[in-house]
């Protein structure tokens, strides 16, 4: 059973448009978090939700909206594509926002813009 | 800010041996944790191993072992007995506890290459 899954697993779009990216996990955990990995391989916080309200923001670009109808579910907006964005996108869970517990990661979206 | 250095862009080891991959951390904090990653070449990342910071004992799981030196400030990810599956990219991560929520702060990752 997957834990925590992403679709879709690969886009490709042009500049300029709008795209989403699901998140969703079976953990029964508290808190979801964004992840993005540019090309040099280096991961970077975007955003984390405990129990759908948000709690981090790390000075992503407003057109970066994450949005959390339920607690298992996280998904990812992105306006206006530009090409930077270009990166691998990973969602991951943990069973709540300040424990030591590990966070699960997702497999990932690789997001290409064209 | 705490911050996280691996200082090993990459190694390389013989399938059987041994192999150390290096993580320093830097933080103020007293309370923190220290997480290993594996991210093989299909992308997704992979948990190995945890170590508290008021844990006396250096954490194991099967053939991960991390050795924890609090003084020095240094997390290092020990996998014994290589083999060729363990081929991957190795990320050192610190959860940073901030005001009722963690995150964690990456390092920029070791490439490990198992040789037969």
């Known amino acids: 059973d997957t834990a925590v899954s992403q679709t879709p697993k690969y886009l490709v779009t042009q500049m300029g448009n709008d795209k989403s990216i699901k998140c969703e996990q079976n953990?029964?955990?508290?808190?979801m978090y964004w992840y993005k990995q540019d090309s040099k391989k280096f991961l970077k916080i975007m955003f984390s939700y405990n129990n759908k309200e948000l709690i981090i923001n790390e000075t992503v670009p407003n057109r970066f909206s994450p949005k959390s109808p339920d607690k298992a579910h996280l998904n990812l907006h992105i306006n206006s594509l530009e090409l930077g964005d270009s990166a691998v996108y990973f969602c991951?869970?943990?069973?709540?926002?300040?424990?030591?517990?590990?966070?699960?990661f997702g497999d990932g979206t690789r997001l290409s813009i064209l | 800010a705490q911050k996280i250095t691996q200082t090993q862009p990459g190694m390389f080891v013989q399938e059987k041996e041994a192999v150390t991959l290096d993580c320093t951390y830097d933080?103020?904090?007293?309370?923190?944790?220290l997480f290993w990653y594996k991210q093989p070449s299909s992308g997704e990342m992979i948990f190995l191993i945890y170590?508290?910071?008021?844990?006396?004992q250096n954490a194991t799981e099967g053939r991960y072992s991390l050795n924890f030196q609090k003084a020095r400030k240094s997390a290092n990810l020990v996998i014994s007995a290589s083999q060729l599956g363990d081929s991957a990219m190795y990320f050192c991560a610190m959860r940073e506890l901030l005001t009722g929520f963690q995150k964690l702060v990456f390092g920029t990752g070791t490439r490990l290459l198992v040789s037969p």
């Open positions: 170590q508290g910071s008021y844990d006396e």
């Open positions: 933080t103020s904090d007293q309370s923190y944790g």
């Open positions: 953990l029964g955990h508290d808190t």
């Open positions: 991951a869970s943990s069973p709540d926002r300040d424990s030591g517990q590990p966070q699960h």
